[in-house]
């Protein structure tokens, strides 16, 4: 599908943050959610941030320690055969896994979307012990004037989903884990439907292998029930090997439209989209065939996590999907797609 991308990408790359701490280096800025506030455009950004290691033989962890309220570092040997550093996220030991960066949440302000103010201290960061390896990916729904974020919250306990709103990106109330381990990619529907909230949420089956998309609803944001499978992932298509949501669904006059991510067996990350019924969002009406949004460019080919586009906030306006994305772990960047074209390049089911 034919897609604009801001000349100026990447948007927001990690030489325009500053380290939360010294000795600190940041990796990544990636996964933003997106929010209309006044006459600005707002991310919560996702920061990763990895500790600086002055011995080239040892990795570094950074863990958040609840008793200490504090960031404490872990020394890993390369040349212990017992460590295993193959994937640049993790060190996974006979002790346990631990993460090679540690992510929070920072604000972005812009007047025109593309040119980005960034906070120099991060707006939520891990606090408890649901998030001793930090915050990530957040999605931001804007319901009755309150701006509610989930986001996903890493430790040795599992990756949950967690809850937090704002009024005004100055002030956040945490309100809780919402969805058990190991349990991400959480969206909610920026509106009641028939008195209910409804959220897209991914369990990860380890015994199954299974990584599709659910929904579930609920009377008061915090309690989840009625959870029912909606869509898994493809055989032989762009998404065959797992699925989740992306960016916070959208209402047009034909349904719901949710942009979700799609992995195929080399780890690639595509953009598609599926139409749910606007009054039983439950049912799928029709879902893309092919990606809407692919890796294509260097700066989403290269980078920590090459090969990825992910997005975790979009705004439909002007007959556009303005599309803020993560690109290959490493940076922000910015696209549009006209509305029109991703409605048409939906099949039904």
Known sequence: MEAYRCPHNPIITPSDIEPSQKDFKVIGVFNAGVARLADEVILLVRVAERPISRHPELVLAAVYDVARKGIVLKEFSKEDPTNDFSDSRLIITPQGTYLTSISHLRIARSTDGINFQI????????????????????????IGGVYYINYVA????????????????????????????????VVIFPDRIKGRYYALHRPDSGLFHKQDIWIADSPDLRCWGHHRCLMGTRPDCWDRVKIGASAVPFKTP????????????????????????????????????????????????????????????????????????????????????????????????
């Open 154 to 185: 890493v430790s040795p306990l599992g990756v949950t989903t967690a809850l937090a709103s704002t009024l005004d990106f100055q002030s956040f109330e945490r309100h809780g884990v919402i969805f058990c381990p190991d349990n991400k990619d």
């Open 254 to 349: 034909e349904g719901w439209v949710e942009v979700y991510h799609g992995v195929d067996e080399n780890n690639r990350y595509c953009l598609g989209a599926v139409l749910l019924d606007a009054a039983e969002p439950w049912k799928v009406l029709a879902r893309s065939a092919e990606p809407i949004f692919e890796p294509e460019s260097d700066y989403e080919c290269e980078g920590f996590f090459g090969n990825v586009v992910f997005s975790c906030g979009l705004l439909c306006e002007d007959e556009k999907v303005k599309i803020y994305y993560g690109a290959a772990d490493t940076t922000i960047c910015y696209a549009e797609l006209a509305l029109r074209n991703v409605l048409q390049s939906l099949k039904q089911t």
């Open 119 to 142: 906070a120099s201290a991060p707006a939520l960061a891990a606090v408890n012990d649901y998030e001793t390896f930090g915050v990530e990916d957040p999605r931001i729904s804007l």
